[in-house]
């Protein structure tokens, strides 16, 4: 059973598509993604956060203080942490 965790470990890399083309982003005259285009709406006027979302690295995932900060907690979230 030693190779079980092995057959798992392509997975999360097999997930990650940094250069699939995302329909319907506004991209530029060049086919670059256009960064000053206007903020996305929903049908009621909101700002529309779907879609791919992607962190730099996991360090705060388990860790809000890894950098050695002390993280301010109301009693009961000190209690569940």
Avoid: C, H
Avoid at 37 to 57: H, I, Y
């Amino acid at each position: 059973m030693f190779w079980l965790p092995l057959a798992f470990a392509g997975i999360p890399l097999a997930a990650q598509w940094m250069t699939y083309p995302t329909p319907g982003i506004p991209r530029t005259r060049a086919g670059k993604p256009n960064l000053t285009a206007p903020t996305p709406r929903t049908r009621d006027g909101r700002p529309d956060f779907s879609g791919m979302w992607a962190a730099a690295s996991d360090k705060y995932l388990s860790n809000l203080g890894a950098d050695g900060v002390e993280i301010p907690m109301q009693p009961w979230a000190a209690k569940v942490y």
